[in-house]
């Protein structure tokens, strides 16, 4: 019988070592391997393969219900690999809404190698139908979107994908295979970056791609081999060791951001919180039926985004807050503030910006693991300063 979500995260690629029976697994902190004989060997080299890294994929790929994953350096590494499968001429569909990192990719890089791409708004299945075009090959969706927390239909995206010989691709770090697992959706390809909830400690950069198909699977790990973006044993080990308190630590995320977004919905200093598990966002339905725990129950994350009226409110907001930590990144036990304009959205034009709502004084949380009463006082009196 297949063990439960809270039990593989443990032990799935966790076999304690063979020859001292150390319940830790060492760190194969080695470049190259003894081979026995001419092309006789497990593993020849560490960018190739090291068991470190293996047995981290492994416990990955069960989590997201694939059949294998591929590690990568960073969540940005992850992504180009993935985005490596396409050739110069073809075409893919995005979200707008995405990543800035991956927007500057495909826009700045990816366009100079002779990929083309459409913006559209992916929770919308009419504007990713009129997208659509003879040479599109991919579609690259975030669910939900950084910042403004959009949601896109994971089962309807992937659909319309399989319909059209695409390969589907959602990227799934916000949520973490904890809350939301694509591959069941129907889904071909799913990003993260490890550096955020997988991690959840924010002392490690990673980037992962899980899939059910071995042909994507092989082209990946050729990728991985060929392009060399590969995470060291150590970061694949701390990662390992961090990822074995992910259920309890996204249940605690999940149940601090819930009562705080309660609480911002009503102060008046916000003029609008974008949180799915508010009743007023206008995806709420979507979220309860694709964002489940794995024992089915809805989650909604510890990741919420509030607009305030301008950049100096945005500010001082920003600077009377004593825990939440100015700082990029989101997902560790710790909680943090971003302001996407300025920080990890500041790569998109601003009419890009203006386009998908993203303004001067919205600012981002990452709603970490400490006691909620503290998080809210730090929070609301802050907001009384502005």
Same mark, same amino acid.
């Given at each position: ?14 076999? *304690? ?215 060291? *044993? ?153």
């Amino acid at each position: 019988m297949k063990k439960k979500f809270e039990t593989r995260v443990i032990h799935e690629g966790q076999i *304690p070592e063979k020859e001292f029976g150390s319940i830790s697994k060492p760190i194969y902190q080695t470049s190259t391997f003894k081979q026995n004989d001419f092309a006789e060997y497990i593993y020849d080299y560490s960018r190739a393969g090291n068991p470190t890294r293996t047995d981290l994929e492994t416990n990955i790929a069960s989590l997201e219900e694939g059949t294998g994953s591929a590690m990568y350096a960073s969540g940005m590494a992850a992504i180009s690999a993935t985005l490596t499968l396409l050739k110069s001429g073809e075409h893919i569909i995005s979200n707008y809404n995405v990543y800035g990192g991956a927007f500057r990719l495909i826009d700045k890089i990816l366009s100079n190698m002779g990929i083309q791409v459409s913006w559209v708004d992916t929770s919308s299945i009419d504007q990713i139908e009129s997208a659509l075009k003879n040479n599109t090959r991919m579609i690259l969706i975030e669910t939900p979107t950084n910042p403004m927390m959009q949601l896109a239909d994971i089962k309807a995206v992937s659909e319309f994908s399989k319909s059209n010989n695409l390969i589907s691709v959602v990227d799934n770090t916000f949520m973490s295979p904890y809350f939301q697992r694509p591959l069941t959706l129907g889904a071909d390809l799913v990003v993260h970056s490890t550096t955020k909830y997988i991690n959840g400690h924010s002392d490690v950069i990673g980037g992962v791609v899980v899939s059910k198909n071995e042909s994507l699977l092989e082209q990946l790990h050729f990728i991985q081999m060929s392009v060399g973006a590969v995470p060291s *044993p150590f970061d694949c080990w701390l990662t390992q060791r961090s990822i074995k308190t992910l259920a309890l630590r996204m249940k605690a995320h999940n149940k601090n951001a819930m009562l705080i977004a309660r609480e911002l919905e009503n102060n008046t200093k916000v003029d609008r919180i974008y949180y799915p598990g508010l009743e007023s966002h206008p995806q709420h339905d979507l979220a309860k039926k694709q964002q489940l725990d794995p024992d089915g129950n809805p989650a909604f994350g510890g990741m919420i985004s509030i607009e305030l009226s301008n950049i100096e409110k945005a500010r001082k907001f920003v600077k009377n807050l004593k825990i939440f930590i100015l700082a990029e990144s989101l997902g560790g036990v710790e909680s943090l503030v971003c302001h996407p304009a300025s920080m990890t959205h500041a790569s998109l034009p601003e009419e890009v910006r203006s386009k998908i709502g993203l303004s001067d004084g919205l600012v981002r949380l990452s709603v970490g693991v400490e006691h909620v009463d503290d998080l809210l006082k730090d929070i609301n009196s802050a907001l009384s300063k502005i």
